[in-house]
């Protein structure tokens, strides 16, 4: 409440995954906590424009912001990498809890509305 929740971002998708319509999903910032990673995603994949990219706004890596977030549900947005302060564009979703993925993944934000859209992946055997 308050200030607090100013700082949070909302990002808003709506759309089909592979021909399926899963319609309108928001997904919350945690950019009080982690801004640069919160931002990053913010950016898009500025160097393609499609999702292939993996240079980050920063350059083509920036470091683990902090490890705040665990990994203790589903519906939670969290940077891939290959090691130690590696992040790029990539991403993931939980859709379970993953609590390996602890102090190794940076976790910077969560879907508020459309987890359904989860079932359809699940499902396709091409994702």
């Known amino acids: 409440s308050g200030a607090e929740d100013a700082l949070q971002l909302q990002v808003f ?5 592979g021909g399926e319509r899963v319609g309108l999903i928001v997904l919350e910032l945690f ?14 994949d500025f160097s393609n424009q499609n999702g292939t990219g993996g240079k980050s706004i920063y350059g083509e890596k920036f470091e683990d912001e902090n490890f ?12 891939a990498n290959a090691g130690p302060n590696t992040n790029g564009s990539q991403l993931f979703n939980t859709t379970v809890p993953t609590p390996h993925l ?7 934000g969560q879907v508020i509305k ?8 699940k499902c396709r055997s091409e994702w």
């Open 13 to 17: 998708f709506d759309g089909d995954i």
């Open 31 to 44: 950019a009080d906590i982690v801004p640069k990673t919160a931002e990053n995603f913010h950016g898009g």
């Open 68 to 79: 705040h977030y665990k990994h203790d549900r589903e519906g939670l947005l969290s940077m």
């Open 102 to 108: 602890d102090g190794k993944h940076v976790v910077f």
């Open 114 to 121: 459309g987890l359904g859209w989860q079932g359809c992946l």
